[in-house]
């Protein structure tokens, strides 16, 4: 079954108003629209089904940083290299790399380069990279709070545990990805929804706890999970791993 186009219109705001921040939770504050995902990750023109959620100015900056490096890290991976939104997201990527404020992440991202001695189709020699798995969990959880907005209508409990991974590769499937699709099969109520061609999620929920997929490209996968925080973890956001705590969260 194809997934629903995501409603570009549910918890939508428009310009700057008052009310609650799909993120923190404060209420009573100026809020601005954020879209989700964020909207760098996409090609102009913007998908018509781009949502949008109330966001305060302190998590709208919070986010920004750790988005731009994900959407050039990612853009970079040969995976992506032929998707539609990477293509048109290219010449943006390369004028924000080379502006003068950027040039220490632009060094940083050489530092943690290396040749493959593989060349491309094209000629170009083939690079890896040594990511940040954690800048692009946070964009991971980014995506996943504003998601749980749109699908519930009400910001991450404070008291509920984030979960949040970042797979490279889901062939053969790992211990974490069979996890979670045990913890989606439990669940009775499961949502499918796509924001144009880049981005799509799944997400199964039950007694309060949901287990997510995101995809970004049609080769980068998040799996996250909200849910009550088990005996003994402390925090509220990708405070363990592993698929045991998967288990535990919805057992």
Known sequence: MRPKQANCEKGSVKGRNTRTCAYCGKGGIAVTRDHVPPKLLFAKPLPDNMP??????FCNAAF????EYTRTVLALDLRASAHRDVLGSMPMIARSLSYPQAVGFTR???RGSRSTGILAPGGA????MTLSVQRINATGEHIVRGL?????????????LVLVRSVASWDPPTPLLLAAARMYRKCLDKRQREVGR?????VGIRDGKSVWFLLLYGCHLW??????????LAG???AAGGDATLDRLMP
Not at 198 to 202: C, K, L, Q
């Open 223 to 232: 799996i996250a999970t909200i849910g009550d925080r088990p005996g003994g």
């Open 125 to 128: 020699p083939v690079m890896a």
């Open 52 to 57: 949008t959620v109330p966001c305060c100015e």
């Open 236 to 238: 509220n956001s990708q």
């Open 148 to 160: 749980h907005y749109l699908e519930t209508r009400k910001p991450v409990d404070s008291k509920s």
């Open 198 to 202: 880049a981005f799509s999620y799944g």
């Open 64 to 67: 920004k940083r750790d988005d």
């Open 108 to 110: 940083s991202l050489l």
